[in-house]
């Protein structure tokens, strides 16, 4: 069956763009999770959905960063007025159950705010 | 922030050889994973490792957990060029089971 799906997976931004990255997880997946990935590093958490209930949004790093999952399926990170420092990989990955047992992770967008 | 540090931060071994890489961790903890990323690709799980286990394999790979050193190994047998990636442990926290925190990572080069 078809694996996490991440779109787009590059995606260049000018400084102060708005942009909005999208994870179709497994379907049937109730758990659903953003981190950002930074050159060299492990992935960092973001937030966390439980079906469409956002249960952790933790991570965010600023109030700039927004995430959506309105029917407890396919998931949106906006982030807006890009900044340089927002420069990352975005991964996505959707779990079975509720727990954070066995993640299933998409290949990610890779982010370029120039 | 990230709770685990790995060791060593890269590994460079010839096909056939072991490659052990260690992971440390700051906090209880209720399971403990290992993942594997390919360059420019998403995470890959490998093996889970619950806090009352001690030891498990799968295949080439053994893990092992000392939950008291607040440690934890991954070892791979008989490696193989297609081994070359980089691992990361990731855990969960007794306090919040929402999130994995993941390690720095350990980059594995296999030399054919």
């Known amino acids: 069956g078809a694996g996490v799906s991440q779109s787009p997976r590059y995606k260049v931004a000018k400084r102060g763009q708005d942009v909005a990255l999208r994870c179709d997880p497994i379907s049937g997946h109730v758990s659903l999770f953003w981190y950002q990935q930074a050159l060299g590093q492990g992935p960092e958490f973001l937030t966390y959905?439980?079906?469409?209930?956002?249960?952790?949004k933790s991570g965010l790093p600023s109030d700039r960063f927004f995430a959506e999952r309105p029917e407890g399926s396919v998931s949106t990170l906006k982030i807006q007025r890009t900044q340089q420092e927002d420069s990352a990989v975005y991964l996505c990955a959707s779990g079975l159950t509720a727990s954070t047992d066995t993640q299933y992770f998409g290949p990610g967008t890779r982010l370029t705010v120039l | 922030s990230q709770q685990g540090e790995e060791d060593p931060q890269a590994l460079s071994i010839q096909e056939g050889e072991n490659a052990t890489m260690n992971c440390s961790y700051k906090?209880?903890?209720?399971?403990l994973q290992w993942y594997r990323q390919n360059s420019g690709r998403g995470l890959v799980h490998l093996i889970l490792?619950?806090?009352?286990?001690r030891e498990k394999h799968s295949g080439r790979l053994r893990v092992t957990l000392d939950t008291s050193k607040k440690s934890s190994s991954l070892l791979i047998t008989a490696s193989r060029a297609a081994d070359t990636a980089s691992y990361f442990c990731a855990t969960d926290t007794s306090y919040n089971t929402d999130k994995l925190i993941f390690g720095t990572g350990t980059r594995l080069q296999v030399f054919p």
């Open positions: 959905f439980q079906n469409e209930a956002q249960l952790d």
């Open positions: 906090t209880s903890i209720n399971n």
């Open positions: 490792i619950r806090s009352n286990e």
